[in-house]
């Protein structure tokens, strides 16, 4: 079954159509991520979801009910903006309780819930004070605290933890994944973070250009990406991208000065391609399909190490777990499986 | 309106009727502001004189909006130039044959400080002024308190006549060191009077004892 | 030597600072302390025409206040006074308010009609007073040619001239007056409310309503205490209004103390009596501009 269903939703901003057509099912209970790079629409989706934005045309259905026409308050959805959004002139207290005293519960239900919250998100200490007497990560679970105390339908998610530093951010992570699990609710999570998404989602939903580019299970995205843009979006660091050439066989393609590469799948005999190779499939034992580059680059973290290396006018970037020694200019062999590489249309971007 | 230009107005018709302004609650006093009071309350005169000003009122002349006005030969320049209709100049009405004639003086009383460290000038600067009398009439409109200064070929003949008259009759406001307080008495009854918070007798008795404690 | 040693001490040391708090401090004396406590003094003193233009005068204790307490016209004028500020701000306020939200709906060519709204502003008081005056002039006056053209009234109202209407006259003008500035501050302030808030509250279940009671009203508190304190300051020196339409009249039936203070000290030179009504002007301003401060700091807790 499922808690949100969109269909054939499009948006405009005056001439500017920031939502193409977009179709979307939301199973109950799912974390759902809508990732995508900066502007391409995943807030307007989110608040045409929630009822903050009109929508031009198509239809959302919140548990199998239309609600184009309802508003927000009408549709039983909790929100967690990007900024926050506490009202300033309450305590946390008073912040949390807020939809619950404008439903006028009863005060010993406002106060069991509110408490609970409190305790989950460990705000216990700080219920008398105010917004601005708060870090950063406290005012950022107060606005989770806003949400759960509302036992609603759906969370939605607005990047709630891009105005936090790095650990506090991959800690909130966790804690909003168990948070999911132990409440049960339908989640949209928006990001432009795609480890994030990774690491979240059960499942992904690419856009770019207002447009949906794929839908998936964060390791199907990963594995099989439909296109170079997911492709490309998904995984760090990011694929690299090498034109081709299939061969008069269709099992290899030739890249670089004439280097080849056997291919997963047959294709068309002499037709141009982009070769996909992740970063992390680079070999550096030369096992597999075998390619020789030359160093540009090395960084080493320890655990990583990076390389940029050359194979004539074309760049690779390689990841390999672990510490390997070379220097610029000495020649690198690498290997990858065939399985590995990726076949995308220079032209549409479609997978092959 | 509750300035010295109401005491101004009061005055000639208090003063016709026996009044003063030392002596404002006399009977032809009380008589002359009833009549007043009358005016407006019949709508002869209409109420805005309560809070309109002399030059106010002066327009609404001009414009045609009410039909006679007591206002001074200083309005005459603007009238001769402005209003569009037949008009005259006529004597301030008195109460019945043989009354006195009143009118107040609109003219300015000039002091020289006793601290002055040039008394002579002053007086000098004085006497320059005066001797320019013949000229106000045809330049200002204004008729001199000397009676000798008679302009040359006064302009608007038969005003000037009129006015000429009345000027024997005359008289100033005062002078008193005390005077804006005393006109304030006077305004403050003739306010009080025609919009009835209290009637003529007590404004004005009101008025006198004010009056009294100021002049002693 | 010592000029550029000068010269460089106000450029780079801590002398331009200096200069100006110099500066201010001398404007605030000269223009602002003295006049201020000169007026006390005189409250104190005995002073007519002839002892203003020196400083030692008779120590008159409080008898400039208890005389001004028993004159007839205290009553009424503090009264009026009470009416004149109460009134001229709960309208302004409302108003300038209902006006300040309405063109925060962005609504094609808003800003242009928000700006004509300031025309009004900059009119000095003094035009506005000869404008209202003839709006509301008695015998031709365009208030009552349009409210007996719409039938409402008959005869003639003496809007200015008639004792019952004077004061709320002055008073309508003087909402007029004020509206502009009350809603440029108000606007000001909502527009210092975060777009987001309401649609937290929006989400959180809030209908117009209650997200006007529970989110504009309460972050709007400080603003609107300051825009209230600023309010009686400036209601209480409103003179030109006075001075143009009414002069206080008719007998004092639309006289304030603003006013007064004035009629005493240049009309009938009762220069004491006009210094200690300002002097008590200046108490309870003085008591207002504390509240006003006190609510600008809380606003900064925000
Ligand atoms: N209120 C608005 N008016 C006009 N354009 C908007 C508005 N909100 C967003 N847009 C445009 O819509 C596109 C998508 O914006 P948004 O959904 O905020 O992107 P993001 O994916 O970064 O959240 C952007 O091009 C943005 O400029
Ligand atoms: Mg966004």
Redesign the pocket.
């Known amino acids: 079954m499922n808690q949100i269903e969109i269909e054939h939703l499009n948006k405009n901003y005056g001439s500017l159509q920031a939502l193409h057509d977009i179709s979307l099912d939301i199973p109950v209970g799912a974390f759902v991520a809508l990732v995508g790079p900066?502007?391409c629409g995943?807030?307007?989706l989110?608040r045409t979801i929630a009822g903050l934005e009109t929508i031009t045309s198509g239809t959302i259905r919140v548990a199998g009910e239309v609600v184009n026409d309802k508003a927000p308050r009408e549709r039983d959805l909790a929100m967690v903006f990007?900024s926050y959004a506490l009202y300033p002139h309450m305590t946390v207290e008073q912040n949390m309780s807020y939809s619950l005293r404008l439903r006028r519960r009863p005060k010993a239900e406002i106060d069991e819930r509110v408490g609970e919250a409190a305790r989950i998100l460990g705000l216990e200490k700080l219920l008398k004070r105010r917004p601005k007497q708060l870090s950063g990560g406290q005012r950022q679970r107060v606005a989770m605290g806003r949400a759960i105390v509302r036992k609603p339908k759906v969370f939605l998610f607005?990047?709630p933890l891009s105005n936090l530093d790095a650990a506090l951010r991959v800690q909130m992570r966790s804690e909003i994944r168990k948070l999911h699990k132990n409440l049960g609710a339908t989640s949209v999570y928006?990001t432009?973070d795609q480890i994030e998404a990774m690491t979240m989602a059960d499942l992904i939903v690419v856009l770019h250009d207002g447009r949906i580019e794929q839908i998936g299970r964060p390791l199907d995205l990963y594995r099989r990406p439909a296109n170079r843009f997911v492709a490309g979006f998904i995984g760090s660091p990011a694929m690299n991208f090498v034109p081709a050439e299939v061969t008069a066989d269709g099992r290899t393609i030739a890249i670089g000065t004439g280097t080849l590469l056997k291919i997963p799948r047959a294709q068309e005999p002499g037709r141009k391609v982009l070769a996909g190779l992740r970063p992390e499939h680079l070999r550096l034992d030369g096992s597999g399909e075998r390619l020789t580059a030359t160093v540009d680059i090395i960084e080493g973290t320890g655990s990583m190490t990076f390389i940029e290396a050359r194979i004539g006018s074309d760049l690779l970037n390689v990841a390999y777990a672990g510490t390997y020694e070379t220097e610029a200019g000495a020649p690198l062999t690498l290997g990858i499986a065939s399985d590995d590489i990726y076949l995308f249309d220079p032209e549409t971007g479609r997978a092959l | 309106m509750a300035t010295e230009e109401s005491t101004f107005q009061f005055l000639p018709w208090a003063q016709s009727a026996g009044g003063d302004f030392n002596a404002i609650n006399t009977d032809g006093s009380v008589r002359a502001l009833q009549f007043w009071q009358k005016l407006v309350d019949d709508k002869v005169a209409t109420p805005e004189v309560l809070v309109l000003n002399q030059p106010d009122l002066g327009s609404q002349f001009v414009a045609g909006n009410i039909g006679m006005i007591v206002t001074g030969c200083w309005e005459l320049p603007r009238f001769a130039k402005e209003v569009k209709f037949d008009w005259r100049v006529a004597l301030m009405p008195i109460e019945k044959a043989g009354a006195p004639r009143a009118s107040a003086l609109g003219e300015l009383a000039y002091a020289v400080p006793r601290t002055s460290a040039h008394p002579d000038e002053a007086f000098k600067f004085l006497e320059y002024i005066y001797a320019q009398s013949s000229r106000d009439w045809n330049e200002y409109g204004w008729l001199p308190l000397d009676q000798t200064a008679t302009p040359k070929d006064p302009k608007w003949p038969e005003a000037y006549a009129v006015f000429a008259e009345q000027m024997k009759y005359a008289r100033g406001r005062g002078p008193s060191p005390v005077w804006p307080k005393v006109s304030k008495a006077i305004q403050t009854a003739i306010q009080d009077t025609l919009t009835h918070k209290t009637d003529a007798k007590t404004a004005l008795d009101t008025a006198q004892s004010t009056i009294d404690g100021l002049i002693k | 030597m010592l000029q550029s040693g000068l010269v460089k001490y106000l450029r780079d040391g801590k002398g331009f600072e200096g200069t100006l708090i110099v500066a201010a401090v001398l404007y605030l004396l000269v223009f602002a302390a003295f006049p201020l406590i000169y007026t006390v003094v005189m409250s104190f003193q005995e002073v007519d025409m002839f002892t203003l233009g020196t400083l030692v005068r008779p120590f008159a204790g409080l008898t400039n206040y208890t005389d001004l307490f028993h004159r007839p016209e205290f009553a009424p004028i503090v009264w009026n006074t009470m009416i004149f500020v109460t009134l001229s701000i709960a309208f302004q306020l409302t108003i300038g308010f209902a006006l300040a939200l309405f063109f925060l709906q962005d609504f094609p060519g808003s800003t242009y009609v928000r700006g004509l709204f300031l025309a009004g502003w900059i009119l000095p008081a003094l035009v506005v007073g000869a404008v209202w005056r003839w709006i509301f002039a008695g015998d031709f006056g365009v208030l009552n040619y349009a409210l007996q053209s719409l039938g409402l009234i008959d005869g003639q109202i003496y809007w200015l001239s008639d004792p019952a209407y004077a004061l709320y006259s002055v008073i309508i003008a003087n909402i007029w007056l004020g509206i502009p500035f009350n809603m440029i501050l108000l606007s000001v302030g909502l527009a210092g409310i975060p777009g987001d808030v309401y649609e937290a509250a929006e989400m959180d279940g809030a209908n117009v309503i209650q997200r006007f009671l529970t989110i504009t009203l309460p972050m709007m508190g400080p603003t609107l205490g300051a825009v209230v304190a600023l309010g009686v300051i400036f209601t209480l020196q409103q003179f030109d209004l006075v001075a143009a339409l009414t002069q206080g009249g008719p007998a004092n039936a639309s006289n304030v103390a603003q006013y007064w203070s004035w009629q005493m000290s240049f009309q009938t030179y009762e220069i004491s009596g006009g210094a200690t009504v300002a002097t008590m002007m200046i108490a309870l301003v003085i008591v207002v501009a504390v509240i006003y401060v006190r609510s600008v700091q809380r606003e900064q807790s925000f």
Do not use: A
């Open positions: 900066s502007g995943k807030s307007t989110l990007q607005d990047e928006v432009h």
